[in-house]
């Protein structure tokens, strides 16, 4: 049983900065892919950025530039900073985690709000 906590979200204005935080076990942090998802309302579920065990980064163009996912090897967490924010990125956000040997992501954590003001 895969296990992912979220944490982080909360109200900021545009411009500011926030950071999430995706804990999970040791054992999903070395063997997974893991990723960060979001879903505005009335919207589907989109990828934002994944990472890989080597580190490998991909992101939504959407992001580029402007969030940074990265592992925390110490505390098997995944980290999004997200800089510069846009209201347009309010939405609850996900982290997913993916057996590299599946070819999507099955595991899910409850989700963390964010939402940014104009």
């Known amino acids: 049983q895969v296990q992912l906590e979220e944490s982080g979200g909360g109200l900021v204005q545009a411009g500011d900065s926030l950071r999430l935080a995706c804990a999970t076990s040791r054992q999903t942090f070395n063997h997974y892919i893991m990723a960060w998802f979001r879903q505005a309302p009335g919207k589907e579920r989109e990828f934002v950025a994944t990472i890989t065990r080597e580190a490998n980064t991909v992101y939504a163009n959407s992001v580029k530039g402007r969030f940074t996912i990265a592992r925390d090897n110490a505390k098997n967490t995944v980290l999004l900073q997200m800089n510069r924010l846009k209201p347009e990125d309010t939405a609850v956000y996900y982290c997913?985690?993916?057996?590299?040997?599946?070819?999507?992501?099955?595991?899910w954590g409850q989700g963390t709000q964010v939402t940014v003001s104009s």
């Open positions: 997913a985690a993916r057996d590299p040997t599946r070819s999507t992501f099955d595991n």
